[in-house]
C-alpha cells in the first residue's frame, strides 16, 4: 500500500514538473522573447485576443485572463473600448464585470454597446460587432507596460461552445487603447 501512494506521488509529480516546464505562456514576465505591441501612427494601440497570452479557467470563467505588453511612445490619456462579437446588441451578456488592469489602475465595469458595427469584416454572422467604451487611463511617461483583461467572455474565436456546452452569444474579440483629445 505504501509503495502505491509512493509511486502515485512519483507519477503527479512528474507530470506536474513536464507540464509546466518551458511553457512561453505561462510566462508572465516580459523576457527577452516578449512581443510588445506597439501603437499605430494615429496613437491607437490594438490589442487582438487571438494575439495575447491567455489564461483560461474551467471551473470560473470569469477569472480568464488575456495579457499584452504594450510600448507606448505618446503620453497622455487613452479612451478605453472592448470590442466583442455578440449576437444580441441589446443585451451583450456580460454576466460579471470586465476588468482591465494598466500600469496599477483598474477599471472595473459591465460593458453595453455604445457603437454598433454592422457588416464588419472582423465578424461572421450571425454575429454583429458591438463597441463598448469602458473608461480610460492616463499614461505620464513612454514606456512599456502590462495590459490584463479579466473576463468570462475571452475565449478562442473559433469556440461556439463555452465550457458548460452552451451557446457562445457574445465573445470579447479585442481591446482598442485610443487618445483622447485634449
Excluded at 508572465?28 to 489564461?55: E, M, P, W
Aim: charged share 20%.
Amino acid at each position: 500500500m505504501r509503495f502505491c501512494w509512493i509511486y502515485l506521488l512519483a507519477i503527479i509529480f512528474f507530470t506536474v514538473l513536464t507540464s509546466c516546464a518551458n511553457n512561453k505562456k505561462n510566462r508572465l514576465t516580459g523576457g527577452n522573447d516578449t512581443v510588445f505591441i506597439t501603437q499605430r501612427d494615429d496613437g491607437t494601440i490594438s490589442l487582438d485576443i487571438d494575439k495575447a497570452t491567455c489564461y483560461h479557467n474551467r471551473t470560473d470563467p470569469s477569472l480568464n485572463t488575456a495579457e499584452w505588453y504594450i510600448k507606448i511612445s505618446k503620453p497622455g490619456r487613452y479612451g478605453v473600448w472592448l470590442i466583442s462579437a455578440a449576437k444580441d446588441t441589446m443585451n451583450l451578456g456580460y454576466k460579471a464585470p470586465v476588468r482591465i488592469d494598466f500600469n496599477g489602475e483598474r477599471i472595473e465595469v459591465k460593458p453595453v454597446g455604445n457603437k454598433i458595427v454592422k457588416n464588419s469584416g472582423e465578424v461572421k454572422s450571425p454575429f454583429f460587432r458591438a463597441d463598448s467604451f469602458v473608461g480610460s487611463f492616463y499614461v505620464q511617461n513612454p514606456g512599456q507596460y502590462n495590459v490584463q483583461v479579466i473576463s468570462e467572455k475571452i475565449m478562442a474565436r473559433d469556440n461556439k461552445i463555452n465550457w458548460q456546452n452552451e451557446p457562445v452569444n457574445t465573445m470579447l474579440m479585442s481591446v482598442m487603447l485610443t487618445p483622447m483629445a485634449k
